[in-house]
């Protein structure tokens, strides 16, 4: 029997190579989204399950004794499903989320609920706009076409974007704060739409954004089912642990 951590964070890399120092036989999981996933130093798949009945017959089928929720905090579809699996299992979940970040004096926050919130709280007049939201949502920005863009995403899109004026960075976290600061002054960004990611991946924008009092659109987390979560993979794997005893 497996452990099946779904993955994608950079928390759940982390907690790949913690479990692969240990005797514990896992399976990483991505979601797909990503064109060059970061390779995983224990056993690997790539793509979805088919919704809560995919998920449930890879369980059974794989012989599941645990599942790990590491996606991030806003793939809350994959943790809905995850939860629904698992108690259609009866297989031990804990999720690996880190707490998200809080606003602090010197930060200039618009706080929304979701990305549609987001676009409405961008101005009217034209700005230059950096968008550190992946690109699965960056469809949503095009009915305020008036702003410039400054697009950081993972991979390359598979076409041109609907925006008339944008730029965009290819690049992957952890980024560090002075080359964001750099890139936010050179491109004179003036506002930064980020999601509420947490952890230190993707924190150097935040950063940046506060010693160049910018104004920071911040998208709060999906509400999710209640469900056990720890913050730091060492928690996980005594977690597993105890888990493994139990069975």
């Not at 230190?200 to 010693?211: C, L, N, P, Y």
Request: a positive charge; charged letters at 25%.
């Amino acid at each position: 029997m497996k452990t099946l951590i779904l993955g994608g964070t950079l928390d759940a890399s982390r907690l790949a190579k913690a479990v692969s120092e240990t005797q514990l036989d896992a399976m990483f999981s991505y979601a797909g989204r990503v064109d060059t996933p970061r390779e995983q130093p224990i056993p690997t798949r790539i793509g979805g399950f088919g919704g809560v009945a995919g998920l449930v017959d890879f369980i059974l089928r794989e012989r599941i004794r645990a599942v790990i929720d590491a996606t991030h905090p806003f793939a809350a579809q994959m943790s809905r499903n995850a939860i629904a699996a698992c108690a259609q299992t009866n297989t031990p979940l804990l999720a690996l989320e880190r707490p998200p970040w809080r606003e602090q004096p010197d930060d200039n926050w618009i706080n929304v609920a979701d990305i549609t919130k987001a676009v409405d709280a961008l101005p009217e007049t034209p700005a230059h706009i950096f968008l550190g939201i992946g690109r699965q949502h960056l469809s949503s920005f095009y009915r305020k076409p008036q702003h410039h863009y400054l697009l950081r995403i993972v991979d390359q899109p598979g076409g041109p974007l609907d925006f008339p004026n944008y730029e965009i960075v290819v690049d992957r976290g952890p980024f560090e704060f002075e080359k964001d600061r750099n890139l936010l002054a050179e491109k004179r960004i003036q506002y930064v739409v980020a999601k509420n990611a947490g952890g230190e991946g993707a924190f150097a924008k935040i950063q940046a954004a506060r010693d160049l009092k910018l104004q920071v659109i911040m998208i709060g987390r999906p509400a999710l089912p209640k469900r056990n979560v720890v913050a730091d993979p060492k928690d996980v794997l005594n977690w597993l642990a105890h888990s493994t005893s139990a069975k």
